[in-house]
Protein backbone atom coordinates (compact mmCIF):
# COMPACT_ATOMS: atom_id res chain seq x y z
CA UNK A 1 0.00 0.00 0.00
CA UNK A 2 1.30 3.23 -0.87
CA UNK A 3 0.08 6.40 1.14
CA UNK A 4 -0.14 10.06 0.55
CA UNK A 5 -0.56 12.84 2.75
CA UNK A 6 -1.35 15.85 2.29
CA UNK A 7 -2.69 19.24 3.34
CA UNK A 8 0.27 20.45 6.27
CA UNK A 9 1.41 23.96 6.20
CA UNK A 10 1.94 27.03 8.38
CA UNK A 11 -0.79 28.32 11.06
CA UNK A 12 -0.73 30.49 13.77
CA UNK A 13 -1.19 29.51 17.15
CA UNK A 14 -5.73 28.90 17.75
CA UNK A 15 -5.82 28.07 14.04
CA UNK A 16 -6.59 24.75 11.99
CA UNK A 17 -5.77 23.01 9.43
CA UNK A 18 -6.81 19.37 8.12
CA UNK A 19 -4.61 16.78 7.37
CA UNK A 20 -5.66 13.63 4.86
CA UNK A 21 -4.07 10.43 4.30
CA UNK A 22 -4.83 8.36 0.23
CA UNK A 23 -4.15 5.09 -0.48
CA UNK A 24 -3.26 4.51 -4.14
CA UNK A 25 -4.52 1.31 -5.85
CA UNK A 26 -6.37 -0.19 -2.28
CA UNK A 27 -8.87 0.28 -0.21
CA UNK A 28 -8.00 1.02 3.83
CA UNK A 29 -10.77 -1.74 4.42
CA UNK A 30 -9.50 -4.08 6.87
CA UNK A 31 -6.74 -1.65 7.89
CA UNK A 32 -5.90 0.33 10.69
CA UNK A 33 -5.02 3.80 9.76
CA UNK A 34 -2.90 6.17 12.20
CA UNK A 35 -1.12 9.53 12.51
CA UNK A 36 2.37 10.15 13.94
CA UNK A 37 4.47 12.96 14.20
CA UNK A 38 8.41 13.69 14.87
CA UNK A 39 9.41 17.09 15.72
CA UNK A 40 13.53 17.86 15.51
CA UNK A 41 15.30 16.11 18.20
CA UNK A 42 12.46 13.87 19.14
CA UNK A 43 11.04 10.47 18.96
CA UNK A 44 7.99 9.69 16.67
CA UNK A 45 5.08 10.41 18.98
CA UNK A 46 1.25 8.76 18.44
CA UNK A 47 -1.11 11.08 17.25
CA UNK A 48 -4.18 8.94 16.45
CA UNK A 49 -5.84 6.21 14.61
CA UNK A 50 -8.80 4.67 13.15
CA UNK A 51 -9.60 0.92 12.77
CA UNK A 52 -11.21 1.17 9.11
CA UNK A 53 -13.98 -1.01 9.46
CA UNK A 54 -15.06 -0.20 12.83
CA UNK A 55 -14.59 3.18 13.32
CA UNK A 56 -12.75 3.09 16.68
CA UNK A 57 -10.80 5.78 17.24
CA UNK A 58 -7.80 6.62 19.78
CA UNK A 59 -5.87 9.43 20.06
CA UNK A 60 -2.92 10.20 22.02
CA UNK A 61 -3.05 12.63 24.82
CA UNK A 62 -1.48 15.25 23.63
CA UNK A 63 -4.17 16.24 20.96
CA UNK A 64 -7.20 14.47 22.70
CA UNK A 65 -10.17 16.92 22.56
CA UNK A 66 -8.55 18.91 19.62
CA UNK A 67 -8.05 16.78 16.74
CA UNK A 68 -10.36 14.17 15.21
CA UNK A 69 -9.58 11.61 13.29
CA UNK A 70 -12.25 10.20 10.41
CA UNK A 71 -12.64 8.11 7.54
CA UNK A 72 -13.95 8.72 3.95
CA UNK A 73 -15.33 5.71 2.08
CA UNK A 74 -16.12 7.48 -0.90
CA UNK A 75 -13.03 9.13 -0.89
CA UNK A 76 -10.82 6.51 0.78
CA UNK A 77 -8.85 8.88 3.00
CA UNK A 78 -8.33 8.74 6.35
CA UNK A 79 -8.53 12.68 7.58
CA UNK A 80 -7.09 14.74 10.49
CA UNK A 81 -8.88 17.49 11.57
CA UNK A 82 -6.57 19.49 13.80
CA UNK A 83 -8.18 22.43 16.03
CA UNK A 84 -6.60 24.67 18.48
CA UNK A 85 -3.13 24.30 17.14
CA UNK A 86 -0.35 24.69 19.47
CA UNK A 87 3.55 25.70 18.64
CA UNK A 88 4.18 22.30 19.95
CA UNK A 89 1.96 20.43 17.51
CA UNK A 90 4.48 21.86 14.94
CA UNK A 91 6.36 18.22 13.12
CA UNK A 92 6.00 16.42 10.66
CA UNK A 93 2.98 14.31 10.12
CA UNK A 94 3.41 10.66 9.20
CA UNK A 95 0.23 8.56 8.04
CA UNK A 96 0.89 4.82 8.32
CA UNK A 97 -1.20 1.23 7.99
CA UNK A 98 -1.27 -1.86 9.08
CA UNK A 99 -3.41 -4.98 9.47
CA UNK A 100 -3.94 -7.37 12.59
CA UNK A 101 -3.07 -4.32 15.00
CA UNK A 102 -5.10 -5.28 18.34
CA UNK A 103 -6.38 -1.98 19.85
CA UNK A 104 -3.68 -1.55 22.71
CA UNK A 105 -1.17 -1.78 20.12
CA UNK A 106 -2.29 0.74 17.68
CA UNK A 107 -0.29 3.55 19.71
CA UNK A 108 2.64 1.61 18.42
CA UNK A 109 4.76 2.92 15.22
CA UNK A 110 6.42 -0.32 15.00
CA UNK A 111 3.47 -2.01 14.34
CA UNK A 112 2.44 0.01 11.07
CA UNK A 113 3.80 -1.87 7.85
CA UNK A 114 3.26 1.19 5.48
CA UNK A 115 3.79 4.73 5.96
CA UNK A 116 3.65 8.05 3.39
CA UNK A 117 6.28 10.32 3.20
CA UNK A 118 5.56 13.27 5.86
CA UNK A 119 3.83 16.29 5.99
CA UNK A 120 5.14 19.57 7.78
CA UNK A 121 2.91 21.28 10.39
CA UNK A 122 4.42 24.51 11.70
CA UNK A 123 2.07 26.53 14.07
CA UNK A 124 3.67 29.85 15.05
CA UNK A 125 3.24 31.89 18.35
Known amino acids: VQLQASGGGLVQAGGSLRLSCAAS????????VGWFRQAPGKEREFVAA????????RYGDAVKGRFTISRDGAENTVNLQMNSLKPEDTAVYYC???????????????????WGQGTQVTVSS
Open 25 to 32: ERTFRNYV
Open 50 to 57: IKWNSRHT
Open 96 to 114: AAGTSIIQSSQTMAAQYAY
